[in-house]
T-cell receptor
Framework: AQRVTQPEKLLSVFKGAPVELKCNYSYSGSPELFWYVQYSRQRLQLLLRHISRESIKGFTADLNKGETSFHLKKPFAQEEDSAMYYC??????????????FGKGTTLSVSS | KAGVTQTPRYLIKTRGQQVTLSCSPISGHRSVSWYQQTPGQGLQFLFEYFSETQRNKGNFPGRFSGRQFSNSRSEMNVSTLELGDSALYLC??????????????FGPGTRLTVL
């Protein structure tokens, strides 16, 4: 079954500390993985996707197929990083359509 | 470019009624997907439309339906509302082709409350 697991509901860190938001997935094919972020009172927006290999707002994520993980990392957290983070997987449907399968999300709280 | 818009933003209905939600995608986007967000279940995929055809459907009862118009605008309908249908309904648009490779952009959502 296709599934995305984010084991932590809440992650609290101090400003300047490293951050790692965990994401594990279960998928039989070659996955397309994303991280979405939702800041307070804002819409859900794409943070990064693994195929682009970009670093957005200092965040990076590496796909580890052996461990079926796609953890999100940032070396030095900022207070403005406080938000809800969702890991998501694109599931290819038989009809050649697509659906995003989301994890339950992790709230990141960065305090000074 | 204007982002994805959804109307109405808030809706209150009673059990047994039906409701129609609307989504206008980003100009040029041909795919519209719908998601239900609840505190307990998180974000769950409802269905996806591409060029007026339903291309994918999530695991929701037949009371949930949708359609897409020739201008790519989409509506979703929920009939015989139940208390458990209270949720934030999100719409996302993307170019849609090739499937599975492009980014989805989300609207602000419609908050549905069923009393």
């Amino acid at each position: 079954a296709q599934r995305v697991t984010q084991p932590e509901k809440l992650l609290s860190v101090f400003k300047g500390a490293p951050v790692e938001l965990k994401c594990n997935y279960s998928y039989s094919g070659s996955p397309e993985l994303f991280w979405y972020v939702q800041y307070s009172r804002q819409r859900l927006q794409l943070l990064l996707r693994h195929i682009s290999r970009e670093s957005i707002k200092g965040f990076t994520a590496d796909l580890n197929k052996g461990e079926t993980s796609f953890h999100l990392k940032k070396p030095f957290a900022q207070e403005e990083d406080s938000a809800m983070y969702y890991c998501a997987l694109i599931a290819q449907a038989n009809q050649a359509g697509t659906a995003l399968i989301f994890g339950k999300g992790t709230t990141l709280s960065v305090s000074s | 470019k204007a982002g994805v818009t959804q109307t109405p933003r808030y809706l209150i209905k009673t059990r047994g009624q039906q409701v129609t939600l609307s989504c206008s995608p980003i100009s040029g986007h041909r795919s519209v997907s719908w998601y239900q967000q609840t505190p307990g279940q998180g974000l769950q995929f409802l269905f996806e439309y591409f060029s007026e055809t339903q291309r994918n459907k999530g695991n929701f009862p037949g009371r949930f339906s949708g359609r897409q118009f020739s201008n790519s605008r989409s509506e979703m309908n929920v009939s015989t509302l139940e208390l458990g249908d209270s949720a934030l309904y999100l719409c996302a648009s993307s170019l849609g082709y090739p499937p599975g490779t492009d980014t989805q952009y989300f609207g602000p959502g419609t908050r549905l409350t069923v009393l």
